[in-house]
């Protein structure tokens, strides 16, 4: 095809309080006995979120490690486990940021389809439908709610499952549960959503699709991180809002160099991604001068500290493979270079990157 025919989200429900709508959502989507599974991050153990849902039946509560991000292992553990104790499930919904959003796509994918999350890894390898599945945001920034891809760390690289079959089945955005996030947990996860804007607008894949969605992402980013005095209700709807048309800018488009290089550090170090994008767009000034600089401002706006010196003192093989990992990430390095991106982004050029960060 010509044109990329790009698969959406099936079901979008937004508004304060939507949340208690999931159980009348999920009625129809059941199949006999077989339970719902909910995927809810661990940091709302014990907070009345985890009350609130809906549990019927044999419907099991998981609380999803996100200390690190996900991991292929953790996934094929996960859905061997629901395979051995149900055979099959009704769905898997998760609820939380975007890890725990990206545990519940590839859970949700493998258990329709054999072998290891990490043969999935790339672009369309995904053979067959999952189960259902539905994305509910505690946090806003990465558009995983509406992304093609889940992004896992495997035993050789850091990339997505990205193909048709990823996108939710159905997202709720219910602004009301990204009250109270931590603040500079808010900022990293927002300043993704900014940086998904600032490399898909500055791109050379970037189309009036992805910069219609990317423009209005980035006004709201703009409007609060660098407008507003005070963090309101109000707030908590803009970024969310952002969140979702910063996630389709990118559908049609892609991300940049911070997004390939913040792989190789979540490789190699863990480093979450929220923060990852921030550590390296701080020093990004050469490919992207306007949106750096104000970064910064937003930065010292909300008076958010971003780590320095993560890479000092790595070896040649640790730089090496935070490198193979970046470099792995082509369409990401097409979309900011152009397509000669291989003779501009050299393996050395990568090295003194890192060096800085």
């Not at 990293?188 to 804007?197: A, K, L, R, S, V």
């Not at 640790?318 to 979309?335: A, C, H, R, Y």
Request: with cysteine; charged share 20%.
């Amino acid at each position: 095809m010509q044109f990329r025919n790009f698969k959406m989200v099936g079901y979008v429900v937004y508004g304060r309080g939507c949340f208690d709508q999931l159980d009348e959502i999920l009625a129809p989507r059941r199949k006999g006995d077989a339970p719902m599974v909910f995927l809810l991050d661990q940091y709302f153990d014990g907070k009345p979120l985890a009350g609130r849902i809906p549990l019927r039946g044999k419907d099991r509560l998981v609380l999803a490690d996100v200390t690190y991000e996900p991991k292929t292992t953790q996934v094929d553990k996960l859905a061997q486990e629901l395979k051995d104790a149900y055979g099959t499930v009704s769905g898997v919904i998760g609820i939380g940021g975007g890890s725990t959003m990206d545990l519940a796509k590839a859970v949700a994918l493998m258990m329709n389809n054999p072998g290891s999350s990490a043969d999935y890894q790339g672009w369309d390898l995904v053979k067959n439908p999952g189960v259902y599945k539905a994305g509910i945001p505690t946090l806003s920034g990465t558009g995983a709610e509406v992304s093609r891809t889940t992004v896992l760390t495997g035993p050789t690289r850091k990339l997505g499952m990205n193909s048709d079959f990823t996108p939710f089945d159905q997202i709720v955005l219910d602004p009301t549960l990204t009250e109270n996030a931590p603040v500079n947990q808010r900022f990293y996860t927002g300043m993704d959503c900014y940086i998904h804007c600032i490399e898909s607008l500055t791109g050379t894949y970037l189309n009036e699709f992805s910069k219609s969605y990317g423009e209005k992402a980035l006004a709201l980013c703009q409007e609060v991180f660098l407008h507003k005095d005070h963090w309101d209700e109000h707030s908590d709807d803009q970024l969310m809002m952002a969140s979702y048309a910063g996630g389709m800018s990118i559908a049609y488009s892609q991300v940049g160099v911070a997004h390939a290089v913040s792989y190789g550090l979540s490789y190699l170090l863990g480093t979450k991604h929220g923060i990852g994008n921030c550590i390296v767009f701080n020093h990004l000034e050469e490919f992207y001068p306007e949106g750096v600089a104000e970064f910064k401002q937003m930065v010292a706006r909300n008076g958010i500290h971003i780590p320095e010196g993560i890479c000092k003192g790595l070896t040649d093989e640790q730089f090496d493979t935070m490198i193979n990992v970046s470099l792995g990430m082509k369409p990401l390095w097409e979309n900011a270079l152009g397509k000669d991106w291989e003779k501009q982004m050299t393996r050395q050029r990568l090295r003194a990157l890192y060096e800085k960060l």
